[in-house]
């Protein structure tokens, strides 16, 4: 099955949830830090708040060039831990540093993109998409708020359309395009984890 393939989800909530395991990993790797969120919950479209974080959470690590991605999704495949990410990364126990720096973020107090002058550039394709740095900024700061969501994730991606009914009970498939879209405008390889 192509799991980056939505058409492929129609009736599996198995398929769905093994998917959403495999995000949730992902994030909580990259994050430093457990979001406490169900699969289960989320497929059954529960939880908008949780998944929204998730949403934003996925959107920072997919822009957050400090992260060598390559290197996180094989780390999640080979189903090591958050604190085992850290060490390997660096060679040296940074598990605290990292976890201060996720508690920063929340704060918005973390900076993390390194910025040029006016934009920043993400190629996509053959196209180049400028992102102003406004817009980065602002979604560095996003949270699990439904209307922050829509506003920052809709200025990275166009498709699927992040409408405030789809973000307050989002369905599975509106999930998993969004993060596939957010993965191709930021050139985060999800087909190394998800095949």
Request: glycine share 6%; hydrophobic share 40%.
């Amino acid at each position: 099955m192509d799991e980056l393939d939505s058409s492929n989800y129609k009736d599996g909530k198995t398929a769905k949830i093994a998917f959403l395991n495999k995000l949730i990993s992902l994030v909580n790797v990259g994050n430093a830090s457990a979001i406490d969120v169900s699969p289960a919950k989320i497929v059954s479209g529960l939880e908008s708040l949780n998944t929204n974080l998730l949403l934003t959470t996925f959107g920072k690590l997919a822009i957050d060039k400090s992260i060598d991605h390559n290197a996180l999704i094989q780390h999640c495949l080979a189903g090591k831990g958050i604190d085992d990410f850290q060490r390997d990364k660096s060679g040296e126990d940074v598990a605290a540093a990292a976890k201060e720096t996720a508690a920063s973020i929340q704060d918005n107090s973390a900076t993390l993109i390194p910025s040029d002058e006016d934009t920043n550039e993400v190629a996509v394709k053959r196209t180049k998409v400028i992102i102003p740095d406004t817009i980065m900024e602002q979604l560095k700061a996003c949270n699990e708020d439904i209307e922050q969501t829509r506003e920052m994730i809709s200025k990275i991606v166009t498709k699927p359309k992040c409408s405030d009914k789809l973000l307050s009970k989002p369905p599975f498939r509106f999930i998993h395009d969004l993060l596939v879209g957010i993965g191709k405008a930021t050139e985060f390889d999800l087909g190394m984890i998800f095949r």
